[in-house]
């Protein structure tokens, strides 16, 4: 099924030219991709693995406790994430990334400095929630938005890499900066990757684009406004709501499987070393539903591409029922379960674009990642307290299968994309 074109017709070129979209903009997608991979949305998941054992052995702390950090980080966020996106409409994204990387570096880096008081070190996750969503793709979603349009998928595809290859690079500086200084050595080493990569590159490259610069299916008058609904008109359609709900179930179903995948891989037998590979057969899925959907996003009906590919997690959990040891189910469960993963993120910032337009994509974008962000931090806790009580992880498997099917057909209610009818920033 072919996407429909009417608000953002087929792209040509704009006012600057015969240029393609990527030899425009690929200075700022650059500096989003480095932003993205050195901001708060994957730094902090991908050192909490090398945080329990020394914390325990230092201060008693328990997995849970210490785990209660993050998600205290990422509810904040998640409150927060439309008042940022408002901001990054207002006063612009470089703005607001370029602060956001920096106070989230600082504060950071702080916990080198932490007693030993959960107090404390609540505290500081709860300071990073609110100063760091800004350098996440809630802010440079909206650059990326404004740059391109024919290759919006596959653009926000490779932004999203930078999640990918900070799951590379983090671990081995985590590892490199315990030989050398201890565990408290891996907060001041990490936050350098924001100053001395991040800041620069954001300085150095990235700039939103002028009115005649922008595609016109952006541009809405010759005052450099930009078309798309107003916040209150998002709001006020079935089409956000759809969207919002599907975002939901789906987070709540992934984001605890990712987290429990070493112990579920466990469950069926399989020893740490099975686990490792595994992993990263998760982070390869990512990386191709990232770079796949989002190409196929730029071609076809965005939510006729999201169903069948969310529906792909629920064949995964379905294939990770029971506590079989056959290592190529469990591989290709994984691979599923980070391809789709990879997708949902390309899908929220695309489909809140074609639908909604431009004009406030922030504080839209910012409404939108709440419930990602929300349930991405209480589903590991879900998953949890089901294997605690049932002693087994297949009742939740199946509820997220359920999730998984139902978040994919939610999308297929939305429509076309000339449902919506919007030009001027119009209320």
Known sequence: ??????????????????????????????????????????????????????????????????????????????????FYGAMCDRYGVKRVGISSLIAFAVIFA???????????????????????????????????????????????????????????????????????????????????????IAVPAVLALFREPRADEMPPQISAGADGSVAGMTLGKAMRTRQFWLLWVSILLISLAYGGAHTHMPAIIKDHGL?????????GIVGLGLLSGRLIVGALLDRFWGPGVG?????????????????????????????LLGFAAGAESDLIAFLAARYFGMAQFGRIYGFLYMPFATMTALSPVL???????????????????????????LLLLMGGYDRLKWSHNED
């Open 110 to 196: 702080s916990f080198y400095l932490m007693p030993g008081q959960l107090a404390f070190f609540y505290g500081i996750w709860f300071l990073i929630g609110l100063v760091a969503i800004g350098s996440t793709p809630v802010s440079w979603s909206r650059a990326i938005g404004l740059w391109f349009v024919r290759n919006r998928g596959l653009a926000l595809g490779i932004m999203m890499l930078g999640t990918s290859a900070a799951a590379i690079v983090v671990p081995r500086i985590a590892v490199a900066a315990i030989e050398f200084g201890g565990w408290r050595m891996i907060f001041p080493a990490v936050a350098l990757l924001p100053i001395l």
């Open 271 to 279: 020893g740490i070393g099975d686990a490792a590979g595994i992993m």
């Open 307 to 335: 169903f069948p590919v969310l529906c792909l997690p629920a064949l995964a959990c379905y294939l990770l029922l029971g506590t079989g040891s056959d290592f190529a189910m469990i591989a290709l469960a994984a691979f």
């Open 383 to 409: 998953y949890g307290i089901v294997r605690d009580t049932a002693g087994s992880y297949d009742p939740m498997l199946a509820g997220a299968a359920l999730m998984f099917v139902t978040g994919g057909a």
């Open 1 to 82: 099924m072919t996407a429909s074109r009417s608000n953002e017709a087929a792209a040509v070129p704009g006012p600057a030219g015969s240029r393609s979209e990527f030899s425009l903009g690929w200075k700022t997608l650059l500096a989003a991709f480095l932003g993205t991979m050195c901001g708060a949305s994957p730094l902090p998941v991908n050192v909490l693995g090398f945080l329990f054992d020394p914390l325990n052995a230092e201060f008693g702390w328990s997995k849970t406790q210490i785990s209660i950090g993050v998600t205290i980080y990422g509810l904040t966020a998640a409150l927060l994430a439309p």
